[in-house]
């Protein structure tokens, strides 16, 4: 058993989102992949959606797809949303053998040494990161050590302990951006089959991202 984290401010969920999601559960052989709306980010301006309708989007986007899961639990904890206390709560959750696989993109590896207690996630979870064919890493920082320090190029390393490996898969990913798909929707476009049918009725009945951009 091994349990994927994949978390975003998901302003809203789409089909990259998604395909992301689900291609690395298949890749990873995950028994699930935790998708985590995030409450209140702490390393981006604050989402103009409410982080209950982001989650409610998410639990629509998931429903019916075995294996891939709403967790709404950084939405239900106050204050900022740490990614270390999200692995704590879950390795506390799945107890002290299960690997856990933190899934990020590739900006988010570059910028995760001004994350909060960066260097305590690998305590806790691998980190996963989907990576662009072609893609590069800053040559200087503190980032190229601790790579080489914890990269792994075999994937099944990461179901043979609970945490403390690096991972980074090439994968193809779907140029969909939530920024984009909000400018539309504020401009009165359809953004139908970028999302899900049921991410779209929820955004209309509930007259989201009309007016922002």
Not at 21 to 29: G, P, T, V, Y
Request: proline share 7%; net charge negative.
């Amino acid at each position: 058993m091994a349990t994927g984290i994949f978390g975003g401010t998901f302003d809203p969920v789409h089909i990259g989102h998604l395909r992301t999601a689900l291609e690395l559960k298949q890749h990873l052989h995950l028994a699930s992949m935790r998708l985590i709306p995030s409450g209140d980010p702490p390393h981006r301006d604050t989402p103009r959606t409410a982080a209950a309708d982001r989650l409610a989007m998410v639990e629509l986007a998931v429903a019916g797809e075995p294996g891939l899961v709403a967790d709404g639990r950084e939405v239900a904890r106050p204050g900022p949303s740490y990614t270390i206390d999200t692995l704590r709560e879950l390795r506390a959750e799945v107890g002290h053998t299960e690997p856990l696989c933190l899934c990020l993109g590739m900006d988010s590896l570059v910028n995760i040494t001004t994350w909060v207690r960066w260097r305590e996630f690998l305590d806790y979870a691998h980190i996963v990161v989907a990576a662009r064919p072609g893609w590069t890493l800053p040559a200087g920082g503190q980032l190229p050590a601790w790579l080489a320090q914890h990269r792994t190029a075999e994937p099944e390393a990461l179901l043979n302990r609970a945490g403390g490996l690096v991972y980074l898969a090439e994968m193809t990913l779907l140029p969909v951006a939530a920024t984009d798909l909000r400018a539309a929707l504020a401009r009165g476009e359809s953004i139908r089959y970028l999302t899900t049918d049921g991410v779209l009725t929820y955004i209309g009945a509930h007259h989201l991202y009309e007016q922002s951009l």
